[in-house]
Nanobody, 117 residues
Framework: QVQLVESGGGLVQAGGSLRLSCAASGRTSSIYDMGWFRQAPGKEREFVASIRWSGSSTDYADSVKGRFTISKDNAKNTVYLQMNSLKPEDTAVYYC??????????WGQGTQVTVSS
């Protein structure tokens, strides 16, 4: 099992920045990759970004490319999401997810990001 705890959400004006953190614990040696999803009110959960735990390969949703950056600190078992040039449509609950070598997904509790216009 892998446990995830997110932090860093909050309220920001459009054009501003926030950095989310996700700290992993438990069987972190089994992690294959980690990422972020988000869910806005009345919408389905959608992919935002991911990063391979071994190496540095990353992937982004088209809607956040050039504005968001995912990174990690393996020594701290932590993944980050730097969000710049935030837009009101980025408002959502952001969830951290870890996938292990057996294709099991583990989710954090979510952190609210609100972007005011």
């Amino acid at each position: 099992q892998v446990q995830l705890v997110e932090s860093g959400g909050g309220l920001v004006q459009a054009g501003g920045s926030l950095r989310l953190s996700c700290a992993a614990s438990g069987r972190t040696s089994s992690i294959y990759d980690m990422g972020w999803f988000r869910q806005a009110p009345g919408k389905e959960r959608e992919f935002v970004a991911s990063i391979r735990w071994s190496g540095s390969s990353t992937d982004y949703a088209d809607s956040v490319k050039g504005r968001f950056t995912i990174s990690k600190d393996n020594a701290k078992n932590t993944v980050y999401l730097q969000m710049n040039s935030l837009k009101p449509e980025d408002t959502a609950v952001y969830y951290c997810v870890a996938r292990n070598r057996y294709s099991s997904d583990f989710w954090g509790q979510g952190t609210q990001v609100t972007v005011s216009s």
